[in-house]
């Protein structure tokens, strides 16, 4: 199992990369990871873990970095040998099973368009991202790759959330719901109320409409939604979160007792770092995006998560079940 | 001034219309107000306060209420008596100034919708939703009324949105922001990437794009958003508000420290009491939706901003300035 992890990706690159792929090494006998980037900032920065198994650890060098504020086209197109570039074509060519990068969400998903392609049966790959919830998280999808969504897209998916959750998260039967403003049939938008009679006939485990009240209840495990919905909801949540910490921490240390509250398992629930990553599903092969601001667990686990994906073989089961699912008989 | 109160819609009604209704009194002396609903459950309510001043009190009587499963199309059509219809009734005959409900927010809708009728204008009449910030509160339109959208929609989103922050909420200059994935124009679904483009010539004070992560800032007063996306964040905030209270407050329990912690300040910021209900925009009338579960600081603040409505003659600065903003030549 041999992985391609962008090592340029992080606000703080190489560092949390090169600590998170040693996490990983460390936790998985089976797994070689290939850092691809400035070859020279990364010896140095190996040079720090005297201990790493260097066996199973390779560089490969890429001589440009795709920048936050750039746009993803352009950046793709004009840097052929971007970390971003060089890593999803060593996934493509077979010399890595998967891709993993912290780095522009955008220019990731453009290169793994272009370079990956996406599956037959697959109209528009979507991102998935997992929310905190007061259970456990829940796979949300799309989270921001595609805007304007048919009702066929949103069953599309539904089917790549379950087998994502299914595959690489190993959920038995993941419980799918349709995010909406009403949990009667009927409800919703033009595309919501068409999605729904689909995902009813879908064969999924859908259990229904899902309001924005019900998401933090952790009732599910995928939740479908198109991509402006699915983005607006996200970086909302992030901002309410920090935004309510912040103010009880205000509140903590007005009232003087800021060495008796333990904050520690409240920062511990929002935290993405603990979920490791967003798949772009419905490319051919497998792509992690991890925050630009991940710290080293965040990028073992999105190791961790890509190997599950690999090993689990989801690259051909939505390959089999999309084209089943999008024939004409599957409705949409 | 006067104003008909809905004296049943709150989930303890009348007890909360009824004392909201006193302090909204005692506030303001010019005022008036018509309790509507259950006369003798209003008589006796009354009763339990001796001091009330009942030359500026009313009772009409209603003798049906609309509940809150039921569907708003049908309780309006079949409760031609409910407290809902009897007080826009009021309204609209000249009765009442401004009418005042926390019934379903649906069956407000559908009455104003067809008693009082939309004004010249305005396609789509929108609910006003205040959202808590950093700072002070953002009204949000459309917080549910519209699911489909059309960009001169979202425009007159916008309109109303301004109208209604300069004369109900005293600002002078409402800063209008649209609600979308990315700051860049071009930036968003169809409807937002033309709506953009109608606002930025609107003459409004448009301040551009506006991600999911900035609303908390508090840097806008205006977010203009379709109906779909309105709701699901209204009922999202709602719910991750009560989760990460509720997480802190267990990890202060097990501290031990609950008494030496004062979270009042955390909820007052939090408090959708404090600002006074949703407005219905675009009827011809000052209709103003309350929480189901509001407590009497809610409808007496609702009460508050009716009667700004009133005083700064809304209703007709919407009629005439959706007037011109509809014109031919004022695109959309």
């Keep these: 199992m041999r992985i391609a992890l ?14 998170g792929a040693l996490g990983a090494l460390s936790h998985d006998p089976d797994l070689s990871v290939i850092l691809v980037g400035d070859e020279p900032s990364l010896k140095a920065e190996l040079a720090q873990h005297p201990g790493a198994p260097i066996e199973r650890l390779t560089v490969v060098h890429a001589t440009e970095r795709v920048h936050a504020g750039e746009s993803p086209a352009l950046a793709v197109r004009r840097k052929r040998d971007s970390s971003i570039s060089v890593g999803i074509k060593l996934h493509k060519q077979g ?32 991102i998935g991202i997992l929310l905190p919830t007061a259970r ?8 921001g790759a595609n ?26 039967s993941p419980r799918v719901g349709l995010l909406n403003i009403g949990e009667e049939e009927g409800k919703g938008n033009e595309a919501t109320v068409e ?16 309001e924005g009240r019900d998401i933090i209840k952790g ?41 008796q509250i333990d904050l520690r398992e409240v920062f511990q629930v929002l935290d993405y770092a603990e979920y490791g990553g967003a798949p772009l599903l419905g490319v051919d092969g497998v792509a992690i995006i991890c925050h630009g601001e991940s710290p080293p667990k965040a990028i073992q686990n ?3 998560v890509a190997a599950r994906a690999v090993r689990s073989d989801m690259v051909s089961h939505i390959s089999r079940e999309l084209a089943v699912a999008s024939a004409p008989s599957g409705g949409g």
Excluded: W
């Excluded at 009702?151 to 089917?159: E, K, N, T, V, W």
């Design 6 to 19: 962008d090592a340029m990706g992080t606000d703080d690159a190489p560092a949390p990369e090169v600590a």
């Design 95 to 126: 010399e890595a099973d998967a891709f993993v990068s912290a780095g522009s969400t955008g220019a990731v998903m453009a290169a793994s368009l272009f370079i990956l392609r996406p599956l037959p049966g697959v109209d528009r790959p979507a």
């Design 136 to 143: 456990e998280p829940v796979l949300m999808l799309d989270a």
């Design 147 to 172: 805007v304007d969504c048919k009702p066929r897209h949103l069953l599309q998916f539904a089917h790549l959330g379950h087998i994502y959750a299914r595959d690489a998260m190993e959920l038995e």
């Design 195 to 210: 999605a729904r009679t689909l995902l009813a006939e879908s064969g999924l485990n859908f259990v229904g409409n899902v």
């Design 219 to 259: 009732d599910l495990d995928v939740l479908v939604c198109d991509g402006f919905v699915g983005n607006t909801l996200l970086k909302f949540y992030e901002s309410v979160a920090e935004f309510i910490v912040a103010l009880l921490q205000r509140e903590i240390r007005l009232s003087h007792t800021t060495e």
């Design 302 to 304: 999105a190791l961790g």
